[in-house]
């Protein structure tokens, strides 16, 4: 296995990792119930996805 010939700087290594970061993922608004939704994801809250009822949900009185 080879070894490096020369040691990598501090600043060197940090600018090649300055795109290894978190993102915040991307929420939109549920068309049915206006309840925050992570976009792409079934509502948790009616069970609508794109305007279409995917999961049924028990009402709870």
Same mark, same amino acid.
């Given at each position: ?5 020369? +040691?990598? #700087? =501090?600043? +060197? +290594?940090?600018?090649? +990792?300055?795109?290894?970061? @978190?993102?915040v993922?991307?929420? %939109?608004?549920? #068309?049915?119930?206006?309840? %925050? &939704?992570?976009?792409?994801? &079934? ?10 009822? @995917?999961?049924? =949900?028990?009402?709870? @009185?």
């Amino acid at each position: 296995m080879p070894h490096p010939k020369h +040691r990598i #700087s =501090k600043q +060197r +290594r940090n600018k090649r +990792r300055t795109h290894h970061k @978190a993102t915040v993922p991307a929420l %939109v608004t549920c #068309s049915q119930c206006k309840a %925050v &939704v992570q976009l792409h994801l &079934v509502c948790p809250e009616c069970g609508y996805y794109r305007g279409k009822q @995917a999961i049924e =949900k028990k009402v709870t @009185a």
